[in-house]
T-cell receptor
Framework: AQSVTQLDSQVPVFEEAPVELRCNYS??????LFWYVQYPNQGLQLLLK??????LVKGINGFEAEFNKSQTSFHLRKPSVHISDTAEYFC??????????????FGKGTHLIIQP | KAGVTQTPRYLIKTRGQQVTLSCSPI?????VSWYQQTPGQGLQFLFE???????NKGNFPGRFSGRQFSNSRSEMNVSTLELGDSALYLC????????????FGPGTRLTVT
């Protein structure tokens, strides 16, 4: 079984400042890693994913994340945020060995608040 | 390409009733997964269907069930509704196995009174 910890439930940041949303996972097997974003009254949109290869992955809207196997982390970063980035961000993992049949395990989410 | 669609978007039911939610995946996607989202428990995996077969189920009571049709459309049913079933129910589809990459619909907001 896996678990995901998003260390910050809420992160306030000034517009145009950089931001890092932290995610740590626990798993006894190899995993795939994902970041999703949820805007109010909407479903989840995939920001980026790590399946294999380079540990630095780039996603949509200028976001990137780095997979660190030794620290079991997958932190999300953006060098300069905009008001439109205000949303809930979810880190998720799935079991690589199970072929994905177990679905995604999500963290509790981090509410990113952009202040003008 | 059209995204994942879910109907209805909003639903109000009374305790003890049953409800059926519908999900149409992205064209060509064969896997459909369902998730429940609540403020207290967050996002929790309900079950996944691939080629009309349920491959896995999360830790939910038997009141929660689902099925998938030959065109990959899926339905989720909750019987004997309880107040705690009030939640946003999200459907997600993927081309192959669901663990690789899932695309989510807008969800159905279920309120049980």
């Amino acid at each position: 079984a896996q678990s995901v910890t998003q260390l910050d439930s809420q992160v306030p940041v000034f517009e145009e400042a950089p931001v890092e949303l932290r995610c740590n996972y626990s798993s006894s097997v190899s995993v795939y890693l994902f970041w999703y974003v949820q805007y109010p009254n909407q479903g989840l949109q995939l920001l980026l994913k790590y399946l294999s290869g380079s540990t630095l992955v780039k996603g949509i809207n200028g976001f990137e994340a780095e997979f660190n196997k030794s620290q079991t982390s997958f932190h999300l970063r953006k060098p300069s945020v905009h008001i439109s980035d205000t949303a809930e961000y979810f880190c998720a993992v799935s079991d690589r060995s199970g072929g994905g049949a177990d679905g995604l395990t999500f963290g509790k989410g981090t509410h990113l608040i952009i202040q003008p | 390409k059209a995204g994942v669609t879910q109907t209805p978007r909003y639903l109000i039911k009374t305790r003890g009733q049953q409800v059926t939610l519908s999900c149409s995946p992205i064209s060509g996607h064969r896997s459909v997964s369902w998730y429940q989202q609540t403020p207290g428990q967050g996002l929790q995996f309900l079950f996944e269907y691939f080629s009309e077969t349920q491959r896995n189920k999360g830790n939910f009571p038997g009141r929660f069930s689902g099925r998938q049709f030959s065109n990959s459309r899926s339905e989720m049913n909750v019987s004997t509704l309880e107040l705690g079933d009030s939640a946003l129910y999200l459907c997600a589809s993927s081309f192959g196995r669901s663990g690789y990459e899932q695309y989510f619909g807008p969800g159905t907001r279920l309120t049980v009174t």
